[in-house]
């Protein structure tokens, strides 16, 4: 029995629902009538229902995020059928803005708009008391020193076995029409000590695997510099921090504390989203290209740092031919990972101003993106979107470091080249998901051999390696016959491959697509961790 359950839908077991801890963390005394349950978006809405209603709560509340919407919105559904005079919360940034028009928001007994973490407990009390509080609350910002912090709500299973998100600030100074961080003004840091402690609290725990959710971890120089020599002197090996960074922006005081880190214990996730300027100014984005450069090419040369870097396409105004050299000249720069994000209309979000005048078309059903503009049609996004989801088969998963390149050799543009790849391949596999990892290798072997006539023995050889640096050893018989050796003649290019059998498909679960488990082995729809572009 509790009188409060806390429902969270995770896009995957691996993250951890970061909000509802807060939730639980800032209850007070009602903190023990209260269970957080997690369940990720796999599970029925019948069964998470079921699990919920054991616990006879008298109130539900649930986080509504662009990933879970859907299934969010057929839980309330089905607990509001069965249990009328449950009371049901609802927060997060989904239901935050355009509240009223959504059949989730008419099906709940409350929806808090904003930080809920002091307005949630506040709201709970007046229900259990038999008060009558209005259908919509629009919460105050909570000064931070005044919420509890949730790091003591992270359990040892959580502490092993998922990402730990932490956070230093909230809020972002920018105003880049797309993100809904731009709507979060001011920004506002948690006090410093207190929160050093709680790191301190997990590491101690044996924490491994930190992900900061600032938007812009570099904002504050005072403050990143603080963390990150927090984070360097306690270093011990296994640790891996992530963080938000604006791109533009590594001063000599980080620069000296960023080098010192061991490599692949950092991780920067730099958003880019455009190199148009005219693009970046239509959608009020600054940024300083040539410092951006500047700052790319020092950590890749100087630092151990795995560099994420992410691109939009569909943004007002960015051509096919705009975003293309905009994404040559990403890769040019040699981030480890590049997030190929198609735009998204997110709720509340002043991205739709654009919308006459560079006939924005979004799918009105989450994740809401963008299905055509005046300068990229329906079909050509449809394929923009394909390859961004071969990208991550082929380019960010790890597995083909050393072979995805050849699909642009010698000389030719990555993004054009890998567009042809990616038309090919969707011919010949009609899908872009659950594509098994030698399946995958036996096609880049016939596309890189047969279409653009690289030496079968030397394609070969480069995916056996790839294979061998992964740990895998189910590199197809028809690859492994040409690294064993046939016949010079027998392996020209354009020839057939020896009629070998192929390799049975298989099917293990995906591994989730993280620098520190990075090989996977089949690939599924790309996780949705992120509700919001950054
Ligand atoms: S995209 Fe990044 S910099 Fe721009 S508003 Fe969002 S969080 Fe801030």
Not at 252 to 281: K, S
Not at 367 to 375: A, F, H, K, T
Not at 456 to 466: K, S, W
Not at 523 to 534: C, I, L
Request: proline share 8%.
């Amino acid at each position: 029995m509790a009188d409060i359950v806390l429902a969270a839908l995770n896009a995957k077991y691996i993250h951890p629902a970061f909000g509802l801890r807060y939730l639980k963390a800032n209850l007070g005394d009602l903190r023990d009538r209260t269970v957080l349950l997690e369940f990720d978006l796999n599970r029925r809405p019948v069964d998470i229902v079921e699990a919920i209603l054991e616990h006879r709560p008298r109130i539900v509340g649930i986080g509504v995020y662009i990933w879970n919407a859907t299934l969010a919105t057929e839980v309330v559904q089905l607990l509001k059928t069965l249990r009328p005079a449950l009371k049901v919360v609802l927060g997060g940034p989904e239901v935050s803005y355009e509240t009223e028009q959504q059949p989730i928001a008419q099906c709940a007994d409350h929806v808090i708009c904003g930080e809920a973490d002091l307005a949630f407990p506040r709201l709970a009390r007046h229900l259990l008391e038999g008060q009558s509080p209005p259908h919509v609350l629009s919460a105050p910002l909570p000064a931070l020193h005044e919420v509890a912090l949730p790091y003591e709500e992270y359990t040892d299973e959580d502490l092993t076995h998922r990402i730990l998100y932490v956070e230093a600030s909230r809020g972002c100074p920018f105003s880049c029409e797309f993100c809904l961080s731009s709507l979060d003004i001011p920004v506002r840091t948690f006090p410093l000590q207190p929160f050093l402690a709680a790191l301190q609290r997990l590491m101690d725990r044996g924490a491994r695997h930190f992900k900061f959710v600032d938007r812009t971890f570099n904002l504050n120089l005072a403050v990143a510099r603080a963390i990150l020599e927090f984070l360097l002197h306690r270093h011990r090996e296994g640790r891996f921090y992530h963080f938000e960074m604006i791109p533009d922006r590594l001063p000599h005081e980080l620069r000296e504390i960023i080098r010192q880190f061991p490599p692949g214990t950092l991780q920067f996730e730099v958003g880019i989203q455009t190199f148009n300027p005219e693009v970046a100014a239509r959608i009020s984005r600054r940024q300083n290209y040539a410092r951006l450069e500047e700052n790319l090419h020092w950590l890749r040369e100087h630092t151990g740092v795995h560099i994420h870097a992410d691109l939009i396409a569909g943004l007002p105004g960015e051509s096919v031919e705009s975003f293309a050299a905009g994404f040559d000249r990403l890769v040019a720069l040699r981030p480890h990972e590049i997030q190929f994000g198609i735009l998204k209309r997110l709720r509340g979000t002043p991205i739709v101003r654009h919308d006459a005048e560079w006939g924005m078309i979004y799918n009105p059903l989450p994740p809401y993106e963008i299905l055509e503009n005046r300068l990229i049609d329906f079909p050509t996004m449809q394929r923009l979107r394909r390859f961004s989801r071969y990208w991550d088969l082929v380019a960010n998963s790890g597995h083909f470091l050393e072979t995805a390149p050849l699909l642009w050799a010698p000389n030719r543009s990555p993004f054009y080249s890998f567009l042809e790849w990616s038309d090919w391949l969707f011919a010949r596999a009609r899908r872009t998901d659950a594509i098994a990892l030698p399946r995958l290798a036996e096609w880049l072997f016939e596309y890189l051999t047969r279409v653009r006539t690289h030496d079968p023995h030397e394609v070969a050889a480069t995916l056996a390696r790839d294979f061998a640096r992964g740990g895998h050893r189910d590199l197809p018989p028809s690859i492994r016959a040409y690294v064993c050796g046939p016949s010079p003649a027998a392996a020209a290019p354009g020839t057939a491959p020896p009629n070998t059998r192929r390799q049975a498909l298989h099917s293990s679960r995906a591994r989730s697509h993280s620098p520190a488990s990075p090989a996977r082995t089949t690939v599924s729809e790309p996780g949705t961790d992120k509700g919001d572009h950054a």
